[in-house]
């Protein structure tokens, strides 16, 4: 079966024959122009997986090229090569959207891998832009490492499990929990039902039973009329709870016999109500650690966690880092209509090499600031240090940095300030609350929202 289906532009006959002959025995069809005019004709009559452009040739400019397809709404990846190629070049053509630059004379293993990586990225990019379609959502499953190949088949087998099978979704903070409920529903054959969702922490313990199961008109005070719980208005379909592991334990048992019976009964009323619900919970809790110290019911979380899956951190996907980088980095220069902005490659390493505590979601308000505060069309290693924060010598011996905010500093002034304490105590949460002179649950809850955890794995991530 073939690799792809290539385009070589070069004026050059022995080179064009050459890498004929080279990618030809690696399984590619390829095809071949001696100039921009046979290769635009080329392009007219049929469709490439992948392009290599000679920068300049008798008849054009390779670079010009590239811009007349891009004009065109072509996505077509392009490779540029050129024996004699300058900054400005190089500059214009990834400005453009050119995959790589390449520089003559040519390393058949470098470009091979070159074509077998823009294949790999196209691929994953056009299976995350379908799952896209399905869900509304963009961004948060982009990426083709192994880790999101894995959940992504985890998904569509979950997605073709039984209709009532629940799902248990489990992963640190920003890792996209929500986005895989509902690209479970929109696989499912619950898709054309509704989907809701509900926050079982956003929600006050005195008003969830409500929320969850509805109401009868005069059943406490304020509830003037009748009203449908999230149960009933997801019948038919897919109720996402998501923060189940913060749900009280009184309601945590009054959900357990809803999955056992698959009926409920509203606040206040006495007829007994059947839905069709599949569940999908999710927590960034160590539930088997809430379930030991009793702040979790065993019971429930065998009930939930029919099909477990677990979302992988972005630090354990980092070759994922530039895809989605990229990804924002569009959306967020169309949002602030600053066209044409890049990363140098300095800059992408500077993220790669980050560990990103909020994951995902992170990094997309991290290329957002970059968009917002960066003066110039190119985002350098120097502007990542400085919106990264932490990673750059504070001026002047002191915390200020001109252009971050306030809020910004202080966070990462409280981050260093519980990382070297949690380091100077072991890990060990109690005794660091006890050293710093906090409440025990004031530092869980600072620790949570850094992105924190002790060595010992008592404070949580989401």
């Known amino acids: 079966m073939p690799r792809g289906h290539v385009l070589v532009l070069d004026d050059e006959r022995a080179i064009l024959t050459t890498l004929q002959k080279a990618l030809s025995l690696e399984g590619y069809t390829v095809d071949v122009a001696g100039g921009v005019g046979v290769a635009e004709e080329k392009l007219a009559k049929r469709s490439y997986d992948i392009a290599l452009f000679d920068v300049s040739l008798p008849d054009g400019d390779g670079v010009e090229l590239l811009q007349r397809i891009r004009t065109a709404g072509s996505e077509l990846p392009v490779v540029m090569m050129s024996g004699h190629a300058t900054i400005d070049a190089a500059v214009r053509a990834t400005r453009l959207g050119a995959i790589d630059f390449l520089e003559k004379p040519l390393s058949t293993d ?6 077998d990586n823009t294949l ?14 399905q869900t509304g959502q963009v961004g948060e499953l982009i990426g083709e490492s192994r880790a999101m190949l894995d959940l992504r088949e985890q998904i569509a087998r979950a997605a073709k499990a039984t209709a009532t099978a629940t799902v248990f979704v489990t992963g640190e903070r920003g890792t996209g929990k929500e986005l895989v409920a509902r690209a ?11 989907l809701e969702k509900m926050n079982c922490a956003a929600v006050p313990s005195e008003l969830i039973e409500s929320e969850m199961f509805g109401h009868e008109a005069g059943a406490f005070t304020g509830a003037t009329k009748q009203r449908r719980g999230k149960f009933e208005r997801a019948s038919g379909g897919t109720l996402f709870l998501d923060e189940v592991g913060d749900m009280p334990l009184a309601m945590q048992a009054k959900l357990l016999r809803v999955l056992q019976e698959r009926e409920i009964e509203r606040v206040g009323g006495h007829e007994t109500i059947k839905v069709d619900v599949r569940v999908v919970a999710a927590t960034n809790r160590d539930i088997e650690a809430a379930c030991r110290e009793g702040q979790f019911r065993p019971d429930l979380y065998d009930r939930l966690n029919v099909l477990p899956l677990s979302l992988p951190p972005l630090r354990a996907r980092r070759e994922d880092i530039p895809l989605l ?9 169309q949002a602030n209509d600053r066209p044409g902005m890049a990363f140098t490659s300095g800059g992408m390493a500077m993220l790669v090499a980050y560990s990103f505590p909020g994951n995902v979601r992170e990094l997309r ?10 003066p110039d069309d190119t985002i350098d290693e120097g502007d990542v240090k400085v919106c990264l924060g932490g990673q750059q010598a504070p001026m002047k011996g002191g915390l200020f940095r001109p252009g971050v905010p306030f809020r910004v500093l202080a966070e990462e002034a409280e981050r260093t300030i519980l990382e070297e304490a949690l ?4 890990g060990q949460m109690a005794a660091t609350a006890r050293g710093l002179g906090l409440e025990r649950s004031h530092l869980y809850k600072k620790c949570k929202a850094l992105g924190l955890r002790g060595d010992k794995g008592e404070a949580d991530e989401e």
Request: hydrophobic residues 50%; charged residues 25%.
């Open 423 to 426: 380091g100077h105590h072991g």
């Open 184 to 194: 479970i529903h929109a696989a499912s054959r619950r898709a054309r039902g509704p």
């Open 120 to 133: 790999r990225l196209v691929r994953a990019e056009a299976e995350a832009k379908a799952l896209r379609t």
């Open 365 to 374: 308000n991290i290329i957002e600031r970059l968009v917002i505060l960066t």
């Open 110 to 115: 470098r470009l091979l891998l070159v074509l």
């Open 325 to 333: 980088a990229r990804h924002f980095l569009a959306l967020a220069t």
